[in-house]
């Protein structure tokens, strides 16, 4: 049976960590790995990210019922995760429904008024998703709530510990470096640890 695995990373083009998730997802859907997995973070029905209106809280609820599916949640690591701040803007959480939001794929200038009518405190297993944690910190703060295993995986042949967001800081997370160099002194990714982490070998 496939672990369904969900993957939260950076996924800035210029400095982020889409190298690191392109590998996982090719070991999890190739014929020649034994970490037979699904990512989650990728919606099947698709996501509501392609909907022009999508706001903020539109992608924290999709990603409290993605991780809610999901046995592990990978968070990847890189030397700019501590300072990302996407989705973290929400005028709603201390204002009325009439407040000003700006979706997901506009700038300031193509801000919109609040769809939520009514809000009511979250409870259950998933984090309120009007909030002002940035989108990782949601991730995490939900993966926490839930239970969920969580492994994290420095882009990096070290544990850069640095790198850690301050709220990941000071909790017992299983984590591994990324990449690891071989005997040619090769800097490669580190599957057979990887593969242990997971509980697969």
């Not at 190298?19 to 090719?26: G, T, W, Y």
């Not at 910190?137 to 301050?166: C, D, M």
Request: with cysteine; glycine share 6%; hydrophobic share 35%.
């Amino acid at each position: 049976m496939r672990k369904r695995i969900y993957i939260s990373a950076d996924y800035s083009e210029e400095h982020g960590d889409r190298d690191v998730v392109e590998i996982l997802n090719k070991w999890g859907n190739d014929d020649f790995h034994l970490v037979d997995f699904v990512d989650m973070s990728h919606v099947v029905s698709g996501s509501v990210e392609a909907d022009p209106d999508c706001r903020p809280c539109d992608l924290k609820r999709e990603f409290n019922q993605q991780i809610h599916l999901s046995s592990i949640v990978v968070f990847i690591i890189g030397d700019k995760t501590a300072t990302r701040t996407a989705g973290s803007i929400c005028n709603r959480l201390n204002n009325h429904s009439g407040c000003l939001c700006t979706p997901y794929k506009q700038n300031a200038k193509g801000r919109k008024m609040c769809k939520i009518p009514f809000s009511v405190p979250a409870n259950g297993p998933y984090v309120g998703e009007i909030n002002r944690y940035s989108y990782l910190h949601h991730e995490f703060a939900t993966a926490q709530k839930q239970g969920k295993q969580i492994i994290v995986l420095y882009n990096s042949s070290r544990k850069e510990e640095q790198w850690l967001p301050n709220y990941m800081k000071g909790h017992m997370l299983q984590s591994m470096p990324f990449w690891h160099f071989n005997a040619l002194g090769q800097r490669i990714p580190d599957y057979e640890q990887f593969k242990k982490i997971l509980g697969l070998s």
